[in-house]
């Protein structure tokens, strides 16, 4: 199963990736995950990577399309995998299918754009395993500590209001044209925000048909 998750930042694709890919016993690709370790580890993907980062602003399509190649050519990717946060553009999208990559669903999460800058204030990440918290809505079982690592619990830089704001009219302009690009090969399916992340879980499930 190729999966892609669909969503503006914040609307829950790398929670629901953690949970999904337990059930389908497949590996997540966060291509924001991967970044901000580079960042973190200082390696050159990650020095060309960091101001637009920091600005909310896309990293050039030929870095993630170098990263994204790499990863998926790992041996965990054998028997598929959930992309969270790739592709991001109509270029990234081109790229993989020029690398002969078909995917079997695509499903774009729904989420008002209102919803998504009062969340994103909550938002919780682990510095360690990048593993996604919300200090209300997804507490950790003990504050500041990841339920999966022990890591420590940070908000991200660009989870700021004003980041948010920007990152949000990137996903609108740059990301939002895939639907169409998806759904004219026959693989889109979308799912509405529903009140709980249980809720959101079933409903991705149901459209891929488990
Ligand atoms: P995310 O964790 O998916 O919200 O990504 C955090 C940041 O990493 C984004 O705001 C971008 O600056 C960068 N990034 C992650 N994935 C991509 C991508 N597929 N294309 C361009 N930039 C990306």
């Not at 966060?30 to 920091?54: C, E, H, Q, W, Y």
């Not at 593993?131 to 507490?139: E, G, N, R, T």
């Not at 920007?166 to 169409?180: D, Q």
Request: aromatic residues 4%; negative net charge; contains cysteine.
């Amino acid at each position: 199963m190729k999966l892609i998750l669909l969503g503006a930042p914040g609307a829950g694709k790398g929670t629901q990736a953690d949970i999904i890919k337990q059930k389908l016993g497949i590996p997540t690709i966060s291509t924001g995950n991967i970044l901000r370790a580079a960042v973190k580890n200082g390696t050159p993907t990650g020095l060309k990577a960091k101001a637009f980062m920091d600005a909310g602003q896309l990293v050039p399509d030929e870095v993630i399309i170098g990263v994204i190649n790499e990863r998926l050519q790992e041996s965990d990717c054998a028997n598929g995998y959930i992309l969270d946060g790739v592709p991001r553009t109509v270029a990234q999208a081109e790229a993989l299918e020029q690398a002969g990559i078909r995917f079997d669903a695509v499903v774009a999460l729904e989420v008002p754009d209102q919803r998504i800058v009062d969340r994103m204030g909550g938002r919780r990440v682990c510095e360690h395993c990048g593993a996604s918290y919300h200090v209300i809505h997804i507490p950790p079982k003990t504050e500041g500590v990841c339920d999966a690592c022990g890591g420590a619990l940070v908000q991200r830089k660009d989870d700021s209001p004003e980041t948010v704001l920007s990152r949000l009219e990137v996903y609108h302009k740059e990301t939002e044209p895939l639907k169409g690009f998806y759904e004219a090969r026959g693989v889109l399916k979308t799912v509405e925000d529903l009140p709980t992340v249980e809720d959101t879980t079933q409903a991705i499930l149901k459209v891929l048909g488990y």
